[in-house]
């Protein structure tokens, strides 16, 4: 059997005393071992990294960034193997594959231009004879802990701005999926990046306590689920660590009654479905506004849905494919019992469905269930599989206020033609990410990913600016050059008493 191991200085050394399965979804067989790590492990990868980090925190950012060019086009040229290894371990269909790498790419093209990015602050003059200026300087050595959705996207988005800044980097990602990490270690060698640089290191609970009071780890990136997050976000801080921890979502996409239905239940299709549901930023609910827009909504839905193909990860014409594990299946299928016990209208079930040819795949059809109301637990809670939630809203207040209220303030989607609602409606929702007639509102590289309440703990949001800030300290130089005389005629003087 295939064994995934530790991506480290020196190689892991021995045989795991514990391992943990990797299925392959669409089969329902195991296909793999991965070894699980300890924290005498850890101390291992993290003496690597100090040893590598100051020369690299040294390199002009002009060479650190054509590592960062030479990683990316190897990425570029190993996409369809990352791809389609990273649909084997998760299930994904091999396209959605595709845009899980392309859109951590993106990031790291951001990062390409990291000696633009990185330029300080200088003012002349702040005072007689007084320039001040600023620069940001890297943390020392960073962590991820990275989920099993996007085993390629979100460890590049949390290594690729953590190096490129002058960091070394130690990853954690998901042991469900964790054979693309290390290949994206890997090749990151390959780049041009010194051996401990980045490194992988696997594990569950005892190695994220492991890195969560590791004291020579200053920084720890997570994203997962809301109350993991906030374990990961309290026990960092608590350890003197800066922290981002980004937690889970029940994302709303209101429909007002002006809305273009063709179009959005084309939108809901993919965002809804795609992934069969795994994805933080899906849209598992939507909200007409008023009973009319409802009906006529639910009218289109249910043909869409109808036709939506589900197979097996390399099926070429598969809109998705299987959940992660059959403890997953599991639990989506027990979140639609729920919603059914609640009250919720099944109008489509996916429960107990099955692939001809893969009955043991982890397969769940696509489910629409109307009238959700804000006291089910099965809308409160996140189910994250292929499930959509209608809830109807009386108004646009109420649509204001169903997102705004929920404990989860990660994206929100309104689909209208009425440019006043969507101005309004961008400006009061409380939510961290807003998409007008946009299903997934994931913001580019340039910009910041993170939401609000429960779906971020922490201050800063990842890549972009926010991320460089995220991964540097600023440090502030205050500078005279005395002329001499000695007379004192040129004593210092604070500017601002100046």
């Known amino acids: 059997m295939r064994q995934v191991d530790h991506f480290i200085v020196g190689g892991a050394g021995g045989t795991a005393a514990r391992k943990h399965q990797i299925w392959n979804p669409s089969t329902g067989e195991v296909q793999a071992e991965v070894a699980l790590g300890d924290a005498a492990l850890l101390d291992r990868a993290v003496a690597a990294a100090q040893t590598v980090q100051p020369e690299w925190a040294a390199t002009n950012p002009q060479r650190r960034a054509r590592v960062m060019f030479e990683f990316k086009r190897l990425v570029e040229a190993n996409k369809q193997e990352l791809a389609e290894l990273l649909a084997s371990e998760h299930g994904k269909v091999v396209d959605d594959a595709h845009g899980d790498v392309q859109r951590g790419l993106e990031v790291i093209e951001y990062a390409c231009g990291i000696p633009q990015a990185l330029k300080g602050e200088y003012t002349q003059g702040a005072g007689p004879g007084i320039d001040v200026y600023s620069m940001r300087q890297p943390l020392g050595i960073g962590a991820g802990i990275t989920p099993f959705n996007f085993p390629a996207m979100i460890p590049m988005w949390m290594f690729g701005m953590a190096v490129a800044v002058g960091n070394a980097f130690i990853l954690k990602p998901s042991e469900r999926d964790p054979s693309v990490p290390v290949r994206l270690a890997e090749l990151f060698v390959e780049a041009g990046a010194p051996e401990g640089l980045l490194q992988v290191v696997h594990g569950d609970k005892e190695m994220v306590d492991a890195i969560l009071d590791h004291e020579d780890i200053a920084a720890v990136s997570f994203v997962g689920s809301s109350d993991i997050a906030h374990y990961v976000y309290k026990r960092g801080v608590a350890a003197g660590k800066r922290v981002q921890a980004m937690g889970g979502a029940k994302n709303h996409g209101i429909v007002m009654p002006d809305a273009d239905l063709d179009q959005v239940v084309n939108d809901l299709a993919g965002a809804a479905f795609g992934s069969a549901g795994e994805r933080c930023m899906a849209l598992p609910v939507v909200v007409p506004v008023g009973e009319d827009t409802a009906d006529r909504l639910r009218e289109k839905l249910i043909p869409a849905i109808n036709a939506l193909r589900v197979g097996v990860s390399t099926d070429p014409e598969a809109h998705y494919g299987p959940v992660v594990t059959p403890e997953h299946k599991a639990r989506v299928e027990q979140w639609i019992d729920t919603a059914e016990q609640e009250g919720a209208e099944v109008v489509i079930d996916g429960r107990g469905f099955t692939l001809q040819g893969h009955e043991k795949g982890f397969f769940v059809g696509p489910t629409l269930l109307d009238r959700a109301t ?67 509102p994931v913001p580019v590289s340039y910009h910041s990913f993170g939401g609000w309440k429960r779906s971020g703990f922490g201050d800063t949001d990842q890549y972009g600016q926010e991320g460089l800030k995220f991964w540097t300290k600023a440090k502030k130089v205050t500078q005279r050059w005395p002329d001499g005389g000695g007379d004192g005629s040129n004593a210092f003087v604070i500017p601002t008493m100046g």
């Open 374 to 440: 804000t006291d089910m637990e099965s809308y409160r809670e996140e189910i994250f599989g292929p499930v959509l939630q209608i809830v109807r809203a009386r108004d646009f207040e109420e649509a204001v206020r169903l997102p705004s209220e929920h404990q989860y303030g990660n994206g929100v989607a309104i689909f209208t033609r009425n440019g006043h609602a969507a101005r309004e409606f961008a400006h009061r929702v409380n939510v961290g990410m807003v998409g007008i007639n946009v299903p997934i």
